[in-house]
């Protein structure tokens, strides 16, 4: 029987999702991930707020949202997008202000530039010696940060990142999050849950 190294990492970061703090917070998400499944582009743009952020520029406000995310193309990365940043939880900032993913809401100080690292999540996830399905398996990972291999950006399908014994190893990119990555902000105002803000980077 293969026994795999233990592996130690910059930081443990475990799932967090608080959304069933407030009873209607959880179900407007539960509503809105409904109406994004279902690709509802009109349910989903009743709940962007009129000056929703988009980003760092002066690109702001929902005509930029809808430009931006190319939401009348059947392509639109908006469903996939949104869709994986509402299903990885997240937490309150506040009464009235919830943060998602948790991967950026929850992001420890220990962990590092978030730039330079990256969250597992998943449990058990293999890291491969190469790029591919078939290699072999260095380690596994289970919610924790690990650094990032700067010298090597990976491609669409995988990360590279660093292990404590300095080797390099690849991870599935669906298994890994930037606490930079897509994320957003929903506030409760007048009474009803909005999405102010859906963005990357920092």
Do not use: C
Request: glycine share 8%.
């Amino acid at each position: 029987m293969l026994v795999l190294p233990v592996v130690l990492s910059a930081a443990p970061l475990l799932p967090v999702d608080e959304a069933a703090k407030q009873p209607d917070f959880f179900t407007f998400r539960a509503q809105l991930q409904i109406a994004v499944a279902k690709r509802d582009k009109a349910a989903v743009l009743a709940v962007v707020s009129k000056t929703v952020q988009n980003g760092y520029g002066d690109d702001n406000g929902i005509d930029h949202f809808k430009k931006n995310w190319a939401i009348d193309k059947p392509n639109s990365k908006l469903w996939e997008t949104l869709g994986t940043v509402l299903a990885l939880g997240g937490s309150f900032q506040g009464d009235s202000s919830f943060a998602a993913p948790y991967v950026a809401s929850s992001w420890p100080d220990a962990a590092g530039d978030g730039f330079e690292n990256i969250a597992i999540v998943g449990n058990k996830v293999n890291v491969r010696k190469a790029p591919k399905t078939d290699s072999e398996v260095l380690q596994t990972l289970s919610y924790e940060v690990v650094p990032l291999d700067t010298t090597d950006h990976g491609n669409d399908q995988w990360v590279a990142i660093k292990l404590p014994d300095g080797k390099k190893g690849y991870v599935s990119r669906s298994f890994a999050r930037s606490p930079v990555d897509y994320r957003a902000s929903f506030e409760k105002v007048d009474g009803r849950w909005q999405m102010t803000s859906l963005l990357a980077g920092d």
